[in-house]
C-alpha cells in the first residue's frame, strides 16, 4: 500500500473526529479534505518519527484550530431558550441560520469496529446532545477531552500533538470535563441496538399510517421535541402530541426510509407531493431511554438528504417504509 492509500485511509475516523470538533458534517468533510490534501502534498516530509495517524491528526487538529479563529458556537433549540406551546400559526415560527445548529450526521460516513466495546464508546460521544455540549467547550479544551476521552490518548500523546506540557493538558481536560458534566449528564445509554432498532420500527410504521396514539405511546413522558432551524421545542408527551394533532398533520402520507445518525436511530420523512411522488422533508433523530423515545431532533435542511446520500425523491418503485435501511 502506497502512502496515498494508507492516508486516505484514516479519513472515516478523521470525519468523527472533526465533526465532533464542529457538530457540522459539512464543516468536517471540509477539514478532512483539507487534511488529506496536505498530507499528500508534504508526504515526502513523513520521516516516520511518529506514526502516520498521529501525523495526519496534528495536520487535522491544526486545520480544526484555524477554522475556529472566528467565534462560533452551534447549538440546539434547547440551548438557546425554554420549551414553547404549539402556535396556533405555524407561519409565525422563529427560524435560525442553519450555520448555528449543531447537524446530523450519517452513521456510513464514519469508521467502523469490530471491538464490541469500542463501537459503544464512539456511538456514546456521537450523540447529539454529547456534540451539542462539546461546542460549549474552548477549541483547545474541546480537542483535548476528544482525544483523552473519546479516542483514548495518553497525556503525552496529547502534549506532544499541542506542543504543550503534560500539566497544561491535564489541567484543560480537568476543565472540559467539569463544563461536560454540567452540559451533558448523561454518561451512558441504557438501551441495546436490538431495541433501539426494534423501537424504530414501530415509529416508522405509526408515523406512516399517522396513528398519533400509537406515536404518543412511544414516547417518555418528558420527552423532548425539537425541529432546528426553528427556536421553539418542546417539553412532554402530551405538548408533543398536540403538535401532531395541529400543525404536524402536514406530515399525513408521509414515506419514510430508516436510516443511522449519530450512532442513533434514525428517519428520513418524505412529503407527498402528489403524482405519487414525494420529496424530502425532514431527517428525525431519536434518543432511546428504557425502551421509549425520549427525543426527537428534526432537521429539516434537505441538503442534510444529500449529506446521507438518500434519494431527491421517492416514489411508489422506491422501497420505502419501516423495512428500509441505509
Request: glycine residues 6%.
Amino acid at each position: 500500500m502506497n502512502l496515498e492509500s494508507e492516508v486516505e485511509a484514516f479519513r472515516g475516523e478523521l470525519i468523527g473526529y472533526c465533526y465532533r470538533y464542529f457538530g457540522s458534517y459539512a464543516d468536517a468533510e471540509d477539514a478532512v479534505q483539507e487534511t488529506m490534501l496536505r498530507g499528500w502534498q508534504h508526504a515526502g516530509e513523513f520521516e516516520g518519527r511518529a506514526s502516520l495517524r498521529t501525523w495526519l491528526y496534528k495536520i487535522a487538529t491544526n486545520i480544526c484550530l484555524d477554522m475556529m479563529r472566528a467565534p462560533q458556537r452551534r447549538c440546539l433549540p434547547m440551548d438557546l431558550s425554554p420549551s414553547g406551546e404549539v402556535p396556533g400559526d405555524p407561519a409565525m415560527l422563529v427560524t435560525r441560520p442553519q450555520t448555528m445548529w449543531v447537524g446530523p450526521i450519517a452513521d456510513s460516513h464514519l469508521a467502523t469496529s469490530a471491538d464490541p466495546a469500542d463501537v459503544a464508546v464512539q456511538r456514546e460521544s456521537l450523540r447529539l446532545a454529547f456534540v451539542t455540549a462539546l461546542q460549549v467547550l474552548p477549541p483547545r479544551q474541546r480537542v483535548i477531552l476528544i482525544l483523552r476521552d473519546v479516542l483514548a490518548w495518553s497525556a503525552q500523546e496529547c502534549a506532544d500533538l499541542l506542543d504543550s506540557s503534560v500539566a497544561s493538558v491535564n489541567s484543560a481536560l480537568a476543565r472540559a470535563r467539569r463544563t461536560i458534566s454540567e452540559h451533558d449528564p448523561v454518561t451512558a445509554r441504557a438501551a441495546l441496538v436490538e431495541d433501539d432498532e426494534a423501537l424504530l420500527c414501530d415509529y416508522v410504521a405509526a408515523f406512516e399510517a399517522y396513528d398519533v396514539d400509537r406515536l404518543v405511546g412511544l414516547l417518555t413522558e418528558d420527552a423532548i421535541f425539537s425541529m432546528p432551524p426553528f427556536e421553539l421545542w418542546l417539553l412532554g408527551a402530551s405538548a408533543i402530541e398536540r403538535w401532531w394533532r395541529g400543525p404536524g398533520q402536514i406530515c399525513r402520507n408521509s414515506r419514510t426510509v430508516a436510516v443511522r445518525a449519530n450512532g442513533q436511530p434514525a428517519v428520513a420523512v418524505y412529503h407527498d407531493v402528489g403524482g405519487r411522488r414525494w420529496e424530502p422533508f425532514a431527517i428525525h433523530v431519536l434518543d432511546i431511554e428504557g425502551g421509549r423515545i425520549s427525543a426527537i431532533t428534526h432537521f429539516m435542511d434537505q441538503v442534510v438528504f444529500a449529506e446521507f446520500g438518500l434519494p431527491d425523491e421517492i416514489t411508489d418503485q422506491f422501497p420505502a417504509g419501516p423495512s428500509s435501511t441505509s
